[in-house]
């Protein structure tokens, strides 16, 4: 999901005392302080070993934040499901199975299925930000947290009458994300953004059937902003 918080970036910094967020009269809004609430969502898109295995999926996120001048801080909890490509989908693929002397096709290699791929997020972000327009400010920063990850893989041999073996990796996972994106004020207490993030996040135990040292994904998701 990395599926990752988005749209947080809230803060602001008057350079001039006849400048606000927004522009002096009135159309933008002031996120130098106070706390918010956003909801985004967007698509994450796996990489490296999943890549190949499983599609983007859509991603939906929620946090509670903190503004604090030209930072924003946020708690945030978010979800996404993969589902896999159908060279990997248990119900897109047909299997000729053996009987001991009459396999079928002969010498078939060992197949291997995937389940959906649930993640469920849960993270702290801080980002810093800088006015780029009247109304607008770019933000950067990072995420850090957890993921709970459920997914599982079937090894088959249609060789063999003896079936196959249901994997299920590590569930839980060590999550960081850097993130860039760029967001509106539309009044004081609204805002919309876009943003982009790139996920890591690796087994917190190492196993022989993880896949994977570490996984990564990519986001691109908008979110609203409503500031108390």
């Known amino acids: 999901m990395f599926i990752c918080f988005f749209g947080t970036a809230m803060g602001q910094h008057r350079s ?11 159309s933008g809004g002031n996120f130098e302080s106070g706390y918010g ?7 994450d898109a796996p990489m490296n070993y999943f890549k190949d295995i499983y599609k983007p999926a859509a991603a939906f996120n929620l946090g509670v934040t903190r503004f604090i001048d ?9 979800y996404h499901n993969y589902q896999p490509k159908d060279a990997f989908n248990p119900e897109k ?8 002397e009459n396999t079928g096709s002969q ?4 197949i291997i299925v995937f389940s959906s791929y649930r993640v469920f997020s849960g993270y702290a972000s801080i980002v810093y930000n800088i006015n780029v ?10 995420n850090i947290g957890g993921y709970y990850t459920d997914y599982s893989y079937l090894i088959f041999d249609p060789n063999s009458d003896q079936g196959g073996s249901v994997v299920t990796p590590e569930r839980k996972n060590f999550y960081m994300a850097p993130r860039l994106g760029l967001i509106f004020a ?12 790139y996920n890591f996040y690796a ?11 570490f996984y990564t994904s990519v986001a691109g998701l908008a979110a609203l902003t409503y500031k108390f």
């Open 107 to 110: 010498d078939q290699t060992p």
């Open 70 to 78: 030209k930072l924003t801080i946020s708690l945030n909890v978010g």
């Open 133 to 142: 327009a009247d109304g607008a400010r770019l933000y950067g920063g990072a």
């Open 93 to 100: 693929i047909t299997i000729d199975i053996g009987d001991g």
């Open 37 to 43: 609430i956003t909801f985004g969502a967007g698509i």
């Open 203 to 213: 087994p917190l135990k190492k196993s022989n059937n993880s896949g994977g040292t």
């Open 186 to 197: 539309l009044s004081d207490h609204i805002g919309v953004s876009v943003e982009s993030t």
């Open 16 to 26: 001039h005392e006849a400048l606000t967020w927004g522009g002096g009269g009135g």
